[in-house]
């Protein structure tokens, strides 16, 4: 039996990549289940017969999930067949987006992370295909009683899209199904807020009546030449004041999208400390 600190307001969670399910169990209430690296695609071909283990896991065990679907990466260590832009949906990429839907469906996840667009040199029209893409993709969604989560995405990389808070909401509120809100990165949020605290906590105060779902990770609020300074690490490892989370008023999971099952275990110790604060 895992023996847990108690965190009030939090399902604290951690992302599938950061160990095996057995390990997370012990050491987290929720998994998010990174579709890109969970071992469930050959190529672009979902093997049924591996999400079904997966399921048979889960059905042993008192753990809740959210989906993280396949979003754009050029990073060397990303499946390339596995890349979405939801800005220039395909058949293929609509598609992928559309099984995270559904093994979210059967497995009872509450949340499916997806990502927003990238812009090319016409930055409306890349919005307006977002969009139209998204909206095709929240019809989907509602039919089977699944939520999206749009994710806030780093501004340091100048062609990611919904970086803002405002342009995180506009497009929420321009697709209007109730069945897409939005997931918080509190790190990609750092990046676009350029590290400055009070400009963080202004950006949390604006989103939280949208906030479906948290992403928890740390860095240095500063554009770097590995990953736009997005290095997602443990909780305490950056410039981050993890208070802010207290201005989402948010009772539901906190994913820590760190790397391994001890940067889990810093941000657990991180969380559980905001409640006394």
Same mark, same amino acid.
């Given at each position: 039996?895992? &023996? ?5 307001? #939090? ?10 399910? *057995? ?7 929720? &998994?998010?289940?990174?579709? *890109? ?20 896991? /889960? ?10 679907? *396949? ?7 990303? *499946? ?14 609509? @598609?992928? %987006? ?15 992370? &997806? ?7 016409? @930055? ?23 939520? /999206? ?30 069945? %897409? ?23 949390? @105060? ?13 860095? !240095?609020? #500063? ?16 410039? &981050? ?10 009772? !539901? ?13 810093? !941000?657990? @110790?991180? /969380?559980?400390?905001?409640? /006394?604060?």
């Amino acid at each position: 039996m895992r &023996i847990l600190p108690f965190v009030q307001g #939090m399902i604290i969670g951690a992302s599938s990549f950061a160990g095996s399910f *057995p390990e997370l169990e012990q050491v987290v209430e929720s &998994i998010e289940l990174y579709i *890109p690296k969970l071992g469930v695609y050959e190529g672009t071909k979902l093997i049924k017969s591996r999400v079904k283990k997966i399921r048979d896991f /889960l059905s042993t065990c008192d753990l809740s999930t959210s989906i993280h679907a *396949p979003y754009f990466s050029d990073a060397p260590n990303y *499946p390339h067949e596995l890349v979405v832009d939801t800005a220039k949906l395909n058949e293929t990429q609509e @598609r992928l %987006l559309k099984e995270s839907i559904t093994m979210a469906e059967e497995l009872g996840s509450s949340v499916v992370v &997806i990502h927003p667009g990238r812009t090319d040199m016409d @930055r409306n029209g890349s919005i307006d295909s977002m969009i139209s893409g998204l909206s095709r993709i929240a019809r989907f969604a509602q039919d089977r009683d699944v939520m /999206l989560g749009l994710e806030n995405k780093e501004g340091t990389d100048p062609e990611n899209l919904c970086c803002l808070a405002s342009e995180l909401i506009d497009t929420i509120e321009q697709i209007g199904s109730p069945s %897409l809100r939005a997931t918080f990165d509190i790190g990609h949020a750092n990046l676009t807020c350029g590290g400055d605290a009070l400009k963080l906590r202004e950006f949390a @105060r604006e989103i939280k009546d949208y906030v479906v779902h948290v992403h928890v990770h740390d860095n !240095g609020g #500063m554009l770097t030449e590995k990953y736009w300074g997005d290095f997602h690490g443990a909780p305490g490892t950056g410039r &981050i004041d993890f208070s802010v989370l207290k201005e989402l008023d948010f009772d !539901g999971v906190y994913n820590l999208e760190v790397f391994s099952i001890e940067d889990v275990m810093a !941000g657990r @110790r991180v /969380l559980g400390g905001l409640i /006394l604060r």
